[in-house]
Structures are given as C-alpha cells and as structure tokens.
C-alpha cells in the first residue's frame, strides 16, 4: 500500500495548520468564549493583564493565548517553564520592559507549564506583574491552588479549560479533513475510525489531530478505517466505545465486580476501561460510589481509597494514575461490604419526599434572639457531652417521624461494632 501523496506537502503540522485564528473559531470551549463567556468578555475589553490558564494538554490553552496576543498587537513570546531557566525568564521580562519603556508596546509573555518552576522561583515575575511592563499568561496542567504561590495567584485571573468533548473533537476531526489548511478532502474517514480517534484522544484536541494526520499519510485508498487508526498508533483496538452502551456496560461489570468481592474480575474491567481510553477521573469517581454505596462504614477506609485516586487522577493523570486505581479497586473489592449507608439515605429522601417541610422539634432549633428565646425555641434542649454516657433521652426527629430507623448497620466489619453502640444507646434513651 503507498502512502498518500499530497500535491503541496505542507510543512507545518497539521494541529499548527488548524490552529485558529480568531475566538469564533475555538473549538469546545464555549463556557469560557462563547457569546457570553468571561474570558470571551475580558478579552473584547482588553481587560487582561495577568491570566493562568488550568487544563489539561490540547485544551486550547496557547491558542487563545495567541489570539490575545494579536488583538492586543503584542509580540507572542511563549516559553516553557520546563525547559527555560528562571535566570531566561528573567531576562525576557527584562527586555520587555526596556521595550514598553522605549516604545510604548508590551509583549505578551506566555510561560506554559509554569508549575515547573517551584512557588520562590515563581516570585520573578512577580515585580513585573505589578508594572504592568507586560501580558502575562501562565499555563498549567496542574492545580494552581497547589503549585502556585499566593503572592502570583492573587495578581492574576484564573480561567479553567475543559477537556474538549466528544461533539467538539468530531467537528474538529471533520474540519481538518475538508478545510484548505488541513487535509482538503484528500481523505474520508468512517465512522468506526472516528469514534476511535475521539477516544483514543480523550479530550486533546492537538492529539486528535495528530493521530489523524499520522493516519492519512498511510492511507494509500484515501479512506481513514479503523485498521488503519490502530496502525497509525500501534494499539489494537479494544471493544469499547466511551459514547455508547459498551461504556455503560463496562463500568457495571467494575462496579458488580467490586460488590462480589472478587478482586480479578475487577482488575480486568478496570484495566478494559483504561487501555480503552476512559477518563481516569470518570473511574474513579465510580470508585468514590462505590466506597459508599457498597462498603460504607463496614470499612470507612474505603473512602480514603477512592477519593485519594481521585486525587491521582485529578492532579496525575493517565497514564501514571493507573495502579492508584488499581489500588482502590483491589482495596474495595477485599474490602468488608455493607450497603445499610445506601439503604438508610434511601429510606430518609423517601420521607424528605413525602414530609418536605416537616418542623424541626423546638428543642433542636437555635435560639439567638430573645424573641426566639420566648418563643421557646431550644427549650429543653440537652446538651450530650455533659451527661455521663453522652447520649440525652431526647427526640431528634420530626414529631411525625419519631421511631423511625434508617440505618441498620450489618454484622460486618467495624459496622459490627456500630451495631453494639447503637443497641447501647438506644437503651440509654429509653
């Protein structure tokens, strides 16, 4: 099979071709430039000084940098942090400033992975922020509450790019394949293809991109299969598709695999849903869930599993996330299990449902204003930790409600022990 020739080969990348050039033309990130969106807003009233961008890779981070940059007429000068030294930087800034003085025009500085550099070293730019010498944007993969010092957060405006969704990645994927700056409809793509493309992406728009220009230099038919995707990243295809049933059916698998405690079975869907290119933090938000719904306070630990691969998701990312996942899953599904937490919540919006606005006992309510007082709002009130047992012989619930029970802790793990405490205390209020 030859690979396809192009009349005029084009030297520049195919994700650099496409960059846009106007905010019209950014693709999935309409919360933020949309009609009403407030970067959009900021930047048509020339607003900016300092912004910090946080999202992930291929987001569109530097291209609306750029775009700012040629509205203001301002010189683009992007480095990255983790390849510029803080002394570069400086110098950078320094020229900057010698030119706003002499001339009158700032550039705009666009320093991306600026986390790269540690909270003391960010103090640099720090002077030159309150001159106004300068544009700057930083750029970031990483939480900025994190890996930026107050002093630099508090001088800039904070706006947060998306991941782009499956609808923009398909109409970036279709602008590139008949746009004059792209592949000028030398290629057709099937629909297989295309969902593979869009998930293997996940969410970056430069990937998406890139995968997609690989892929057309092999296509000697000009036709983009799903075969010839596979080829172009050297991955087999998996059965999985991030839109439609088999990802629904997959997460259930990890989830009931979890549930019956068997720890293989988990690992291998969890495994199915990452080398098919599910969101990391989609899996462990499941696993956040599943932590309550499934284990609860059988082992309260469970929690501190999950929301900690959250954390790896969050802050990590794939694909070095992936055996924090891995833990959090094994953990749980060698985990004690208990859904009495589920079935109480349950039970208790069944009769938020039917009694919404059932009155709080007058004991039970705050009594700051002397009207309150005469009222007799917190009559009666029994103050628990200054009895012997801690517990007060006192109603809680809702008049209409009294007696009732929404959580019946199971013989299993520490809820054992909460079954005794229960049984004690109740005994003690009677």
Known sequence: ?????????????????????????VIGQDDLIGSSGPLRSLIEREAYRALLFWGPPGTGKTTVGRIISDRAEAKFVHCSAALTGVKEVRSILEASQFRYKTEGKRDLLFLDEIHRFSKSQQDVLLSFLEEGSIIFIGATTENPSFVLNAALLSRCQLFCFAPLGEGAMRVMIDS??????????????????????????????RRVLSI????????GNGILDGALIEHAVQRKGLRYDRAGDEHYNVISALHKSIRNSDPDAALYWLARMIEGGEDPRFIARRLIRIASEDIGLADPWAILQA???????????????????????????????????????????????????????????????????????????????????????MDCLPEALRGRTYYHPKDAGVEAKIAERLKRWKSLRQ
């Not at 008949?178 to 293997?200: F, H, P, Q, R, Y």
């Not at 309150?372 to 801690?390: I, N, R, S, T, V």
């Open 1 to 25: 099979m030859q690979p396809l020739q192009f009349s005029d080969p084009p030297l520049a990348p195919l994700a650099e071709r496409m960059r846009p050039a106007t905010l019209d033309r």
């Open 176 to 205: 590139a394949l008949s746009d004059a700056c792209g592949l000028s409809g030398a290629v057709t793509i099937t629909d297989e293809a295309k969902n593979m493309l869009v998930a293997l992406a996940d969410g970056d728009g």
């Open 212 to 219: 997609l220009e690989m892929a057309a230099s092999l296509a």
């Open 307 to 393: 929301t900690a691969a959250w954390e790896a998701a969050a802050k990590v990312g794939a694909p070095e996330c992936d055996l924090a996942l891995a833990q959090a899953t094994v953990y749980m599904a060698c985990a004690e299990k208990s859904n009495a937490l589920y079935l109480g919540m349950s039970a208790a919006k069944r009769d938020v449902d039917e009694m919404p606005t059932a009155e709080v006992p007058l004991h039970l309510r705050n009594a700051p204003t002397r009207m309150m007082k005469e009222l007799g709002y917190g009559q009666g009130y029994q103050y628990a930790h200054d009895l012997p047992d801690q517990v007060a012989r």
